[in-house]
T-cell receptor
Framework: EDQVTQSPEALRLQEGESSSLNCSYTVSGLRGLFWYRQDPGKGPEFLFTLYSAGEEKEKERLKATLTKKESFLHITAPKPEDSATYLCAVRAASGGSYIPTFGRGTSLIVHP | EAGVAQSPRYKIIEKRQSVAFWCNPISGHATLYWYQQILGQGPKLLIQFQNNGVVDDSQLPKDRFSAERLKGVDSTLKIQPAKLEDSAVYLC????????????FGSGTQLSVL
């Protein structure tokens, strides 16, 4: 059975304190790993897609990396506005279709 | 560009009642998804449509949940009868195709079953 596991469940940082979130996965036929940001009361918002091991993508203070078994979302010098839940999702081929499966997320709080 | 529209925003019902949620995807998006997100958990896929056909509904509790996407545009998700454990946020998402990268989500419908 495909699995997506995110850690830690929750993370509290001081403003400027860099850290990383982890997403480990066990899927067959991976067709992309996605990172989304979800603010309270809203739907997830797309951040990145990674397709192959070694790939990296950056956006402002966020950098996503991918290996064969896991992905990291690195947050450099975070600000309070980076506080949100970060969701990892994998899309795997299943009987000719592509099913996106989400992890439980990491709740990030950045204190000023 | 208008985003994914969902209604209602909130719904409170008693167990054994029925409820329906509506979703209007981004114009031109062929693929539509319904997810259930229980508090503190990630979204769980209930059903995926490609145009007006069902791609995957393996996790949809078919004894009480139903969904349709007539004419390949709007979609409705229904629960009948509701149980306490159905309390969750129901998210609708759309994408331009099955192979496309991004899912665009609506703000969801928060359902409380008392």
């Amino acid at each position: 059975e495909d699995q997506v596991t995110q850690s830690p469940e929750a993370l509290r940082l001081q403003e400027g304190e860099s850290s990383s979130l982890n997403c480990s996965y066990t899927v067959s036929g991976l067709r992309g790993l996605f990172w989304y940001r979800q603010d309270p009361g809203k739907g997830p918002e797309f951040l990145f897609t990674l397709y192959s091991a070694g790939e990296e993508k950056e956006k402002e203070r966020l950098k996503a990396t991918l290996t064969k078994k896991e992905s990291f979302l690195h947050i450099t010098a975070p600000k309070p506005e980076d506080s949100a839940t970060y969701l990892c999702a994998v899309r795997a081929a299943s009987g000719g279709s592509y099913i996106p499966t989400f992890g439980r997320g990491t709740s990030l709080i950045v204190h000023p | 560009e208008a985003g994914v529209a969902q209604s209602p925003r909130y719904k409170i019902i008693e167990k054994r009642q029925s409820v329906a949620f509506w979703c209007n995807p981004i114009s031109g998006h062929a693929t539509l998804y319904w997810y259930q997100q229980i508090l503190g958990q990630g979204p769980k896929l209930l059903i995926q449509f490609q145009n007006n056909g069902v791609v995957d509904d393996s996790q949809l509790p078919k004894d009480r949940f139903s969904a349709e996407r007539l004419k390949g545009v709007d979609s409705t998700l229904k629960i009948q009868p509701a149980k306490l454990e159905d309390s969750a946020v129901y998210l609708c998402a759309s994408s331009s195709g099955q192979g496309s990268e991004k899912l665009f989500f609506g703000s969801g419908t928060q359902l409380s079953v008392l």
